[in-house]
């Protein structure tokens, strides 16, 4: 996925700038208008908070602006960026579910993507179509689900974050994350019932 062109910013001088470099290094940058320092942070979190819009809304086209956007808003806000107050990937994570959220609750008929598994070299055609459909399943099940315990689902089982890093990303409790993912995991739970054993134990607490 490429950035759109307001995303395009002006190079900065040269730094010392890679893999090892800290988000707050980054930022430290980016907040003198360091392109090349920017790009390292898109690529950096670019495809996790793209996921993560995908997962809530169940739509690319949609899902790719609303990361665009994430990072657009990053670049806007970077001279106002304060180290060691946030983490970047909470931040962005913060921004992509707000605006998710605000999406599906203005459009409530969202198709839901269905791209198949990709398949072992080794797996029969059955067990394609069958995986296939238990994604499709599952995806119609995540999409059913109110907007914050779908997001609460999303970061928790997707993107294998706390309890405690859900609040913060979603300003909320963690008493309230849990009870998010209770109602979220018996309602998916209901959803999949009569599904193969082990889809059915997926959201299990």
């Not at 790009?39 to 949609?62: K, P, Q």
């Not at 707000?98 to 070299?121: F, G, H, M, T």
């Amino acid at each position: 996925m490429q950035m759109s062109e307001g995303m395009r910013v002006i190079e900065a001088t040269e730094a010392p700038l890679g893999a090892s470099s800290s988000d707050d290094t980054l930022m430290e940058f980016i907040k003198a208008g360091d392109q090349r320092a920017f790009r390292e942070l898109v690529t950096r979190h670019l495809d996790r908070v793209y996921a993560v819009a995908l997962r809530i809304l169940g739509n690319r086209a949609d899902a790719e602006d609303l990361a665009q956007d994430a990072f657009l808003r990053l670049w806007t806000a970077r001279e106002r960026w304060e180290p060691g107050r946030a983490q970047v990937g909470t931040w962005l994570y913060r921004v992509v579910v707000n605006r998710c959220i605000d999406l599906r609750r203005k459009s409530r008929e969202l198709a839901v993507d269905e791209v198949p598994d990709v398949a072992d070299d080794a797996a029969s055609a059955v067990t394609t179509i069958h995986q296939g459909e238990m994604s499709r399943k599952l995806d119609d099940a995540l999409t059913a689900l109110p907007e914050q315990q779908r997001a609460a689902v999303v970061l928790f089982y997707f993107e294998d974050l706390s309890n405690a890093e859900i609040a913060d990303v979603m300003e909320t409790t963690v008493a309230a994350v849990e009870s998010l993912l209770k109602r979220a995991r018996k309602k998916l739970r209901d959803v999949m019932r009569g599904s193969e054993a082990d889809a059915y134990h997926l959201f299990d607490a």
